[in-house]
């Protein structure tokens, strides 16, 4: 009896076929621009079952060469970045807006000035996620951002239970 010996990208792919029951074409992307590794690893455990393909920046450079790559349907950047502010990304997307027309703008900080929140909504950003936020109220507002069943958008970032967070530390 001999068994097939499958390579790691087919336990992968079958893998995430049993955890989620996803149409391949309806994947959307997303792109998240964030320096701190381990809150960019809590972000895609967090998403990992939704119908995403995260993609991942750690520098304003990089995260200008993913937009220049492909669309995303949503961005979500932390503001200070080592090479300069996730609001500069903001700024020429909304400048831009054919550079990636259709994609929601979030914001994921520990601390925003209410002259900053202005500023992010006149250039079209629709939520400030807090650092910390819970794994589920982030999960809800990812969902809703890209068209899935869940909570609004305005409440997914104000839920917070006693449940695990992601947190600027």
Do not use: W, Y
């Not at 390579?7 to 997303?30: F, G, I, Y």
């Not at 079952?49 to 520098?59: G, K, R, S, V, Y």
């Not at 250039?123 to 809703?144: E, N, T």
């Not at 890209?146 to 992601?166: D, F, L, V, Y």
Request: hydrophobic share 45%; proline share 4%; glycine share 6%.
């Amino acid at each position: 009896d001999r068994r097939a010996v499958a390579r790691p990208d087919q336990v992968a792919r079958r893998r995430s076929s049993r955890s989620r029951d996803v149409d391949v074409n309806a994947v959307r992307p997303v792109l998240l621009i964030e320096d701190d590794a381990a809150i960019r690893r809590l972000v895609s455990i967090a998403l990992e079952d939704l119908p995403i393909e995260l993609h991942q920046a750690d520098t304003v450079a990089e995260g200008l060469r993913q937009l220049a790559a492909r669309a995303h349907r949503l961005i979500i950047s932390d503001l200070m970045l080592p090479d300069g502010s996730g609001l500069d990304v903001l700024r020429r997307l909304h400048a831009d807006p054919g550079h990636n027309g259709q994609a929601q703008l979030a914001v994921f900080s520990a601390g925003v000035s209410d002259a900053q929140r202005a500023e992010l909504a006149k250039i079209g950003v629709r939520q400030v996620l807090p650092k910390p936020i819970s794994i589920a109220a982030l999960a809800d507002f990812v969902r809703a951002a890209i068209g899935e069943q869940g909570e609004s958008m305005a409440t997914a970032s104000a839920s917070s239970a006693a449940e695990a967070h992601i947190d600027a530390d």
